[in-house]
């Protein structure tokens, strides 16, 4: 069951995407000549007033096929015809439309909530190493770990988690301590055996305080989990770049269905899986928006750092470029991305035979 609503969920975010861009291009007068969600061969198809409307057998991916895109033509109504401003709007109009749903997703999951985790220490366990002045102190709140700021308390747990999972056993905190701003660098906070109530515990040490939900916090916490997700993104990539991270951690369409079931099958109650997968799903909504709008040819990013390129050069030369070669450009970074989704999902396969 979960793997059916897994790969639900994912072709749910390729079609969102997708219409993005097909609802700028049709606003924006730009003829459309096919939508399809999935790829392959077509299952269902609809012929409309001037656009085919598909379903294609295999579930990951999608596309709005526009008339002059990557070919030469002469309508006045085809993609290339358009000013650039326009193209600009319609490459990141996908994005755009991932964002949303991952907001939808994050406000429908907090509409039951009572209250969130905010910063402010407003307990230390018996025995916490580290209080008093020159360490932590029950009124304290955590402003930033290791640079990175702090809103809520899931920021607290993942940036301390990270941490943790580095091998690090000391953290760089800036703390608000009666309205000043306090340095506490190395600071040896980690998890560790407490005696609570008479039972063992592996935690902190530290308790933090309450924000109610009203409908006002619940909004603004949305919108905040929203960009944070773009955070979280961004120190994934930076962990590929120093190599604290490799090939076996990029997941593809199968890694991520594969991972979404997983979250399902670990969770306690079928309702519980459905949330932690439609958090999960907001995520990849938002995965799917900041790499597909990375300066990376053939990704809509890449496509609008191109059209720039392309202007500045016809700044320079004082004509217009032909349409032809941005086509083949595009064209060539789709087989090499091709090749590298291909990759990808080999080695999806092979974790998951791996366990």
């Not at 930033?144 to 056993?169: C, H, T």
Request: proline fraction near 3%; hydrophobic fraction near 50%.
């Amino acid at each position: 069951m979960y793997i059916v609503l897994a790969i639900f969920a994912f072709g749910l975010l390729v079609a969102v995407h997708e219409l993005g861009h097909f609802t700028a291009a049709k606003l924006l007068g730009v003829r459309v000549n096919e939508f399809a969600i999935g790829m392959g061969p077509k299952i269902l198809k609809k012929q409309g007033k001037e656009t085919l409307y598909s379903l294609r057998a295999l579930p990951f991916g999608g596309f709005c096929a526009m008339e002059g895109e990557n070919e030469d033509t002469d309508d006045p109504r085809s993609f290339m015809a358009q000013k650039r401003w326009r193209r600009v709007i319609i490459f990141a109009s996908g994005a755009m439309a991932n964002f949303l749903a991952a907001f939808v997703i994050v406000v429908i999951l907090t509409a039951g909530v009572r209250f969130f985790g905010g910063t402010t220490l407003t307990e230390l366990v018996d025995g916490f190493p580290n209080e008093g002045e020159h360490g932590l102190m029950v009124g304290d709140t955590i402003l930033s770990i290791n640079g990175e700021k702090l809103y809520y308390f899931e920021d607290f747990v993942l940036f301390m988690g990270i941490s943790q999972n580095s091998g690090a056993r000391e953290v760089d905190l800036v703390i608000r301590r009666d309205g000043e701003t306090k340095t506490l660098n190395k600071f040896p906070l980690q998890r560790r055996e407490y005696v609570i109530n008479g039972m063992t515990q592996f935690k902190y040490g530290v308790t933090f305080n309450r924000i109610e939900a009203t409908a006002l916090n619940k909004l603004l916490y949305s919108c905040y989990t929203t960009m944070n997700y773009v955070r979280i993104i961004r120190v994934s990539l930076a962990h590929l770049i120093s190599g604290a991270a490799g090939m076996s951690d990029i997941s593809g369409p199968v890694g991520i269905v594969d991972a979404m079931n997983n979250i399902g099958q670990d969770a306690e109650t079928v309702s519980i899986a459905v949330a932690s997968i439609a958090s999960f799903t907001a995520l990849i909504a938002v995965n799917l928006a900041v790499v597909n709008m990375l300066p990376i040819p053939a990704m809509d990013g890449g496509r609008i750092l191109f059209m720039f390129i392309t202007w500045a050069i016809e700044k320079v030369i004082s004509r217009r470029l032909d349409p032809k070669y941005e086509g083949y450009i595009n064209t060539a970074a789709m087989v090499l991305l091709m090749g590298f989704m291909a990759l990808i999902l080999i080695n999806d396969v092979v974790k998951i035979i791996n366990g």
